[in-house]
């Protein structure tokens, strides 16, 4: 058993980042937050806050899409799906109606890197709850007529979102930029791939990856460390440890060609997505391309896309700019909805503001502004149980340390001018890139 | 809105029993701004709402989107302050801002690290009074807006149905127009216009500030009366109240474009809270759909597999009686009329016989936990007291308790009879048309 203790002063950032010649006085934000490794593997991060009655819970498994076959693509996404859909000992209607009548909520949902099953409960029902959650944790029987209805569900809201111009342009974008490596595919798959998947697929995949030396349990709200271990204890005993299966490599292609797809639908407006590779969470150049992305386009009102776009020219309700943080490097683009005739004029715009960032140092005002927001917003980003229990799940997943939040402020304040350029030019390729363009095409009339 | 329902009523219902007091420190100004201030000490942060009673109900003839357009250009600077700045003074503070306008009220708000709280005061008091309205700024915003009608509205099948929805549902209150406006109406907004509307919607009198957070009460009051206590109270404004006549029919309304699936829109008119019925038509759109183990999932979701999803909501806080919606997708494949002769199928059901005890009991729970849980969060708690200070003060939280704990199996048929009937509804059935090319 290897515990150590970790404590937050949240404080201190604030004192570190402002003047204090304010009408209050700061007061103190501390966080304690116990890291276990138990005897299983399991890694256990606990924060006790007793401001109010609740409890919430984030167990996260180490296995997504990177862990599945492109002929089942949506397998990882179907055995989340399929945890609430009857155990050992409950059907799946018994699982809704039993965790709906305490007012809670349980849910199981899948990202590019990672699956979580979430609790959130009041702590008068948190035994119940804590025992529906481990039910569905250690105990899914993957009914085949549950298998079938939920593939068909799938299939069905899959269909749906073709309603959304932006889905189907963010769709075409990834398989483009990623060609073959399992990012270019919708978690869901496609309703080819979901056919593939059998009951034998699930029950493997779920054997392989639900283990406890392969998840993170992080618990944050009205809950004391002895209670958490009397429900360790009583719910989480029979899970045993095992070896993984090896995962097979990845590999991305990365084509340096410009590449533009144009997909014809009966829209008034054209959406826009324009990039290409970007970063892993892993590259140390992270928070250089952050404070670089805030100034271009990821920086709401303040970044240069949105002052020109939509303040200055009136193209657009939205424009921004985007890295994905993912274990494996994810992507970065621009996505934009603008009148079918002006999608011309906004492509260009957006791919003149790529260069400039990569000709000019940004101003000092623009640097010092953008360092404020990003350590300036982390308290508001971290202000409710269930954004801590989320964000230290997080912290332990991408290995950055339970000091995150003490050492970021040093991260984003030592980045300089030259810092800026340098990545902007590494990171950023206004020749080489993939363009899509959902619109009525006829009058968007691309010369792109 | 649903999650912001299900927390309202549960304000109510625990405040007396399981939680703390809540400790609301109110005050009016002089020239009638009142100021509600809730401290919250759990983390460094706070937010910092203004709510002006106005929305898009108050907005002449052929000039809907409005109210919304006004909202955006409460962005675009001052006297003091040029255009945009505003938001990059906010975020260079780490701190983050917005706007929603609704049909009856339009609120700004703030959330910052509490110790920067001043800033907001005065960034409020100054655009309350000092808006330039710049005609050139004003025609690229209003191009903005109509990007985002676009966006919204137009090219979103399921949205643009609610809107022929609303429009048929009314025929006489302004509720019949959306908030966004119509795009002929955006074209003819000019800048008196906004102008006239400001000076007469946008003042002390007509507004309530609200804060919520980790904020120091009589500190913070003796600010605002130091930056907003100078500024004069607004002109009277006549209050219109508009009566819609009672519906003797049911209406249809089919709208035909690309789509991938068929949808189902239904509305029925419905009172608003403090209506007596207001209460269990609550209760009762959770039984209808809180949730998966609810009756319209079990029977058209998870049963029949005729739709991927179905709803129902129901929001009593709007100023005058607005709708009581109950919607759903149908599955590919399915007929909507299954779908539709299904989800009337439910609906008499509920007519003839009460739901049990346990039906009833789960709606409570859901209600309970959710207001806990919510609390998690000094934004939406102080968006609660907003909305009930729209309606008139937020001691109506009280009231509304009350009503809610009154609801019993009879109410739920009573209500599901007087409302939920053939003759009060408005129904819309999106008919999917398609055609998609793909060129590489």
């Known amino acids: 058993m290897n515990s150590k203790q970790f404590k937050k002063h949240l404080i201190f950032l604030l004192l570190l980042l402002f003047t204090v010649s304010c009408l209050l006085t700061p007061n103190a934000y501390a966080f304690n937050v116990k890291r276990t490794a138990l005897q299983n593997g399991l890694v256990v991060l606990h924060s006790e806050e007793h401001s109010l009655p609740i409890v919430m819970v984030t167990l996260l498994v180490k296995a997504s899409q990177l862990n599945e076959s492109k002929d089942k693509a949506g397998l990882a996404n179907l055995t989340a799906e399929l945890l609430l859909e009857g155990t050992k000992h409950r059907k799946s209607t018994d699982i809704s109606e039993e965790i709906e009548f305490l007012g809670a909520s349980l849910d199981a949902s899948n990202s590019r890197d990672y699956i979580t099953i979430s609790l959130s409960v009041l702590k008068k029902d948190m035994s119940k709850g804590f025992e529906l959650f481990s039910d569905i944790l250690l105990n899914p029987t993957f009914p085949q007529h549950e298998i079938e209805r939920k593939k068909e569900l799938i299939k069905g809201s899959l269909k749906q979102s073709e309603e959304n ?218 202000d409710t149980n269930r954004k801590i229990a989320d964000f230290l799940a997080f912290v332990e997943f991408y290995n950055l340390g339970l000091d995150y939040i003490e050492k970021y402020p040093g991260y984003i304040n030592s980045i300089t001018k030259e810092d800026i350029l340098k990545v902007a030019r590494k990171y950023l390729d206004p020749e080489n890139y993939v363009l899509v363009v959902v619109a009525n095409q006829k009058k968007a009339a691309l010369t792109y | 809105m649903k999650q912001f329902r299900i927390a309202l009523i549960y304000l109510i219902l625990i405040i007396p029993s399981t939680l703390y007091a809540l400790d609301i420190k109110e005050q009016k100004l002089d020239n009638g701004l009142k100021v509600l201030i809730v401290e919250k000490h759990k983390a460094p942060v706070a937010t910092f709402q203004v709510w002006y009673r106005t929305g898009s109900r108050d907005e002449p003839a052929g000039k809907s989107g409005l109210s919304h357009l006004l909202e955006h250009m409460m962005f675009k600077g001052t006297s003091r302050y040029g255009p945009s700045v505003l938001s990059k003074i906010i975020q260079k503070s780490g701190g983050t801002d917005n706007a929603y306008t609704t049909q009856d009220y339009t609120v700004y708000l703030e959330l910052f690290s509490s110790d920067r709280i001043t800033l907001p005061i005065d960034l409020e008091a100054d655009r309350m009074q000092n808006l330039t309205l710049d005609p050139k700024e004003m025609f690229s915003e209003r191009s903005v807006v109509m990007e985002e009608r676009r966006l919204r509205y137009e090219d979103d099948p399921q949205n643009s149905l609610f809107e022929e929805v609303e429009a048929a549902a009314y025929k006489v209150h302004p509720y019949q127009r959306p908030v966004i406006g119509w795009m002929s109406d955006l074209k003819s907004i000019e800048r008196d216009d906004l102008y006239n509307y400001y000076k007469t919607h946008y003042s002390p009198s007509n507004a309530v500030i609200v804060i919520v957070g980790d904020v120091k009460a009589d500190q913070i009051i003796e600010h605002i009366k130091i930056l907003f206590g100078d500024i004069p109270p607004g002109p009277l404004r006549k209050n219109i109240n508009f009566s819609e006549p009672e519906q003797r029919g049911e209406r249809r309304v089919l709208l035909r474009r690309e789509a991938e699936l068929p949808y189902l829109l239904v509305a029925y008119h419905a009172p608003s809270f403090p209506h007596e019925d207001s209460y269990a038509l609550d209760v009762l759109s959770l039984i209808l759909s809180g949730g998966k183990s609810s009756r319209l999932y079990t029977s058209l979701v ?120 053939e003759d009060n509804r408005t129904v819309g059935i999106l008919i999917p048309t398609k055609e998609v090319k793909s060129e590489k």
């Open chain 1, 165 to 382: 111009p932006s889905f189907i342009a963010e769709r075409a974008f990834r398989k483009e930029v990623f060609g073959k490596h399992p990012y270019g595919r919708l978690t869901e798959g496609s309703a080819e791939t979901i056919d593939t998947i059998k009951r034998e697929d699930l029950i493997k995949f779920y054997s392989d990856h639900f283990l406890p030396n392969n998840s993170i349990l992080s618990i944050v709200g009205d809950l004391t460390e002895d209670e958490l271990n009397t429900f360790i204890k009583r719910y989480l005993d029979d899970w045993k440890k095992a070896d993984l299966p090896p995962r097979s490599a990845t590999g991305l292609e990365e084509k340096k060609t410009k590449r533009v797809v144009k997909i014809d639908k009966d829209l008034t407006q054209a959406t826009i997505i324009l990039g290409h590779i970007g970063i892993s969470r892993d590259n140390p150049d992270y928070y250089a391309v952050s404070i670089m992305n805030y100034i271009f386009g990821g920086g709401g009102f303040s970044s240069r896309l949105m002052q020109s776009i939509r303040d200055e020219m009136g193209l657009a309700y939205d424009v921004d700019s985007s890295f994905s943080l993912n274990k494996e490097k994810g992507l970065f683009q621009v996505e934009v909805q603008t009148k079918n005739d002006s999608a011309e004029l906004v492509i260009s715009e957006v791919l003149k503001q790529m260069e400039r960032i990569r000709k000019e140092h940004v101003s000092d005002e623009d640097l010092s502004d953008a360092k404020s927001y990003l350590t300036g917003s982390f308290p508001r980003r971290l």
């Open chain 2, 302 to 421: 998870y049963e029949k597999k005729i739709a991927l999803d179905v709803d129902s909501d129901y929001d009593g806080f709007n100023r005058e009686p607005y709708l009581f919606f109950l919607d759903a997708t149908a599955s590919p494949g399915s007929d909507i009329k299954d779908v539709e002769n299904t989800l009337y199928a439910e609906i008499e059901k509920i007519k003839k016989e009460p739901p049990s005890e346990r039906e009833i009991q789960k709606a409570k729970n859901q209600i309970e936990a959710s207001f806990i849980m919510e609390q998690d969060s000094i934004y939406l708690e102080a968006i609660k007291y907003g909305i009930f200070e729209m309606l008139g003060d937020w001691g109506l939280i009280d009231r509304y308790l009350e009503g809610i704990r009154k609801v019993t199996r009879e109410d739920i048929v009573k209500v599901a009879n007087r409302y939920l009937k």
